[in-house]
């Protein structure tokens, strides 16, 4: 099929000419109509959870059930394809889902966290390996006049807690891997989709334990936020 190119930004798996993709060899990325959101189920859920996981938006195991994860992955793929960012898989949703849109990384092997978009791309090897909705600094004052800015540069995991919950004089963090000062990517029972953190990278939890169980986490592995 051809579909117009929904993202200035973004790369799309298959052929680009003139404007539109061509898809090749991925399949439609489900029937039907109607609606998905937070609470359906189904096969439709199913395929989603599935199309979803091999364009690289993490949503853990296709269950039929569209919960947190996979929220956070439609979070993800409209923040990608430059989409409103309400979680629910309607007809623009499923036009980028069919389209295989995906964001162009920087970063060979690491991590690198878009600001803008409020992504976080996981890359091994050249190839992105995982897209995430992420929340960082929401640019608001906290602490007597601090601004919750998350820094931009390259840097290298240089610490790391493997197990549950760190209280943190800001908040709790789940498995964090610190890449410059006070500032981490790390699991968070909250990540919506738009700046809202002090200042640190914050993915979901499932997301978290998926990190540091492909090894995205190690000491020395390059983070570049820009």
């Not at 956070?72 to 409103?84: E, H, N």
């Not at 390259?154 to 610190?178: E, Q």
């Amino acid at each position: 099929m051809n579909t117009p190119i929904p993202s200035r930004r973004s790369v799309l798996l298959g052929t680009v000419t003139a404007g539109t993709v061509t898809v090749l060899g991925m399949p439609s990325a489900f029937a039907g109509g109607g609606t998905l959101r937070r609470g359906s189920r189904g096969q439709q859920v199913t395929d989603l959870q599935n199309r979803l996981n091999s364009l690289g938006y993490w949503c853990g195991r296709a269950d039929g059930r569209f919960g947190a994860s996979v929220q956070q992955a439609v979070y993800a793929l409209q923040k990608a394809a430059g989409l409103s960012r309400d979680g629910r898989v309607g007809p623009k949703t499923r036009q980028a889902l069919d389209a295989g849109v995906r964001p162009s990384n920087r970063v060979s092997d690491g991590i690198e966290i878009d600001l803008d978009r409020q992504l976080l791309i996981a890359s091994r090897g050249g190839s992105i390996r995982w897209i995430l909705n992420t929340s960082t600094g929401s640019g608001e004052r906290y602490d007597g006049g601090k601004i919750a800015t998350t820094p931009r540069g390259s840097f290298k995991v240089y610490r790391t807690v493997s197990r549950g919950w760190r209280t943190a004089p800001l908040g709790r963090l789940y498995r964090p891997a610190y890449f410059t000062g006070g500032y981490a990517v790390h699991g968070a029972t909250s990540i919506p989709p738009r700046p809202a953190s002090h200042g640190c990278a914050r993915v979901s939890v499932g997301a978290m334990n998926m990190l540091w169980d492909e090894g995205f986490t190690r000491k020395g592995t390059r983070v570049k936020v820009y």
